[in-house]
C-alpha cells in the first residue's frame, strides 16, 4: 500500500481497532509504572521533562501560528485552540522543549486528529501502530481548485524490511491521528504479532515546548474542507467529538 494517499485514491483499508471494556493486567501494570494520566486526545501521558531553558515564544509574530495572526495580541484569533493562553500566563516566552511518554491501549485505541504550532520529534519504545498525517500547510493536491490537502499514512513498528518507522518527524501546523493496527496489518503473511502488540508506547519531543495554546483539534467542518468526502468517510472516527475540554483536563 502506497504511504501516501491522493484525492483521487483513497486511503484502504484504515481499519477502526475496537475498544475493549477493560485493560488488560500488563497495560494496568505499565499504565502504574509509568505513573500515565488520560490525554484529552485519547490514550495515556506522563510528561517527562520540561526544558528549564526558556526562549522567546517564535508563534508570537505576525505571520506565525495556525492563522497568521499575532496571537499575543488578539486572544480570539484561534477560536479553537485548546486553551488561550500557556500554563504560566506567558505568552511571550516558551520552554525550549518537553518530552512524554504517550501509550495507546486496547481500552483506548487512538488518538484523534490535532495539530501543534512546534514540530514533534516522535520516537518508538514498543508496539504498533499506524499514524495518518493530514499536511494542511501545505498546497492543495491537484490545484487550488480543490482545497484538498495531501494525507500520508504510515506504520510504527520495528519492521524495518518492511518499511515501518522507529523514528519520525510531524511538523507544525499539520494534522495527525493515530490508532492500534489489528492483526497481521503491514506484515508479510504467516509473521507473527510482535511482543508489546496490546498496546503501543512511544516518546514525543516538542520544539519549541508543549502549551494546550499551542495546540487544537481537527473539527468535521474544517474535517471536510481538507479531504474528499470518501476521505472523511474512512477517517472520521478519528475526530474528537463531544464538549471542549475544560482547564481542569488540561494537565
Not at 504511504?3 to 486511503?11: D, P
Not at 492500534?180 to 510482535?194: F, I, P
Not at 474542507?225 to 472523511?232: A, D, H, I, K, R
Amino acid at each position: 500500500m502506497d504511504s501516501t494517499s491522493t484525492i483521487s485514491s483513497s486511503i484502504a483499508p484504515l481499519t477502526r481497532p475496537t475498544p475493549q471494556p477493560h485493560e488488560s493486567p500488563s497495560a494496568k501494570a505499565l499504565i502504574s509504572s509509568l505513573s500515565l494520566v488520560k490525554h484529552i486526545e485519547g490514550g495515556y501521558f506522563a510528561e517527562l521533562d520540561r526544558n528549564p531553558w526558556v526562549v522567546p515564544n517564535p508563534f508570537a509574530r505576525v505571520g506565525a501560528g495556525f492563522t497568521g495572526m499575532d496571537t499575543s495580541r488578539l486572544a480570539s484569533a484561534e477560536p479553537n485552540r485548546t486553551a488561550p493562553t500557556p500554563l504560566t500566563g506567558n505568552n511571550t516566552i516558551r520552554n525550549a522543549s518537553t518530552s512524554i511518554f504517550y501509550l495507546l491501549t486496547r481500552t483506548t485505541p487512538w488518538g484523534c486528529f490535532h495539530r501543534n504550532k512546534g514540530r514533534t520529534v516522535h520516537t518508538l519504545i514498543r508496539g504498533r501502530g499506524r499514524y495518518v498525517i493530514i499536511h494542511a500547510d501545505e498546497g492543495a493536491v491537484g490545484g487550488a481548485q480543490t482545497g484538498f490537502k495531501r494525507v500520508e499514512t504510515f506504520v510504527v513498528g520495528h519492521g524495518f524490511e518492511r518499511g515501518e518507522r522507529a523514528v519520525w518527524v510531524v511538523e507544525g501546523g499539520k494534522y495527525k491521528a493515530s490508532f492500534l493496527v489489528g492483526g497481521g496489518e503491514g506484515k508479510g503473511k504467516g509473521e507473527e504479532e510482535e511482543e508489546g502488540g496490546e498496546g503501543l508506547l512511544i516518546s514525543e519531543t516538542v520544539i519549541p515546548g508543549f502549551e494546550y495554546s499551542d495546540h487544537d483539534f481537527l473539527t468535521l467542518n474544517r474535517f471536510k474542507e481538507l479531504v474528499p468526502p470518501e476521505q472523511v468517510e474512512e477517517m472520521k472516527w478519528l475526530i474528537r467529538t463531544g464538549e471542549k475540554p475544560e482547564e481542569k483536563d488540561l494537565l
